[in-house]
Nanobody
């Protein structure tokens, strides 16, 4: 049973923007902190951003601050990742995750989506 479904990935030029969405059930959004991670070819999965259950607290990878914004909308049953001023180094599969706490540690997330590909051309 797929509980998290990402969408919004695609091909964009350097400097462009994309908005990723993660669809989840109301039960999941009420119960979990949410995070975004990414994995580039040949590299380990890395933390991107996380948001607390109530949406008040957010935290970002240092290298992404100012360009990426995480948000959640319980009415729309979704979590979002707005990505601006994209660079070729942002090319990766982006994953949505749900866990007990808003943490940078991937192993602490219990649920994962299947990922959406983001490709930034130079």
């Amino acid at each position: 049973q797929v509980q998290l479904v990402e969408s919004g990935g695609g091909l964009v030029q350097t400097g462009g923007s994309l908005s990723l969405s993660c669809a989840a059930s109301g039960r999941i959004l009420r119960s979990y902190a949410m995070g975004w991670f990414r994995q580039a070819p040949g590299k380990e999965r890395e933390f991107v951003a996380t948001i607390s259950r109530n949406g008040i607290s957010t935290y970002y990878a240092d290298s992404l601050k100012g360009r990426f914004t995480i948000s959640r909308d319980h009415a729309k049953l979704a979590v979002y990742l707005q990505m601006n001023n994209l660079k070729p180094a942002d090319t990766a599969v982006y994953y949505c995750a749900a866990g007990d706490g808003a943490t940078v540690v991937a192993a602490r997330y219990d649920l994962w989506g299947q990922g959406t590909q983001v490709t930034v051309s130079s």
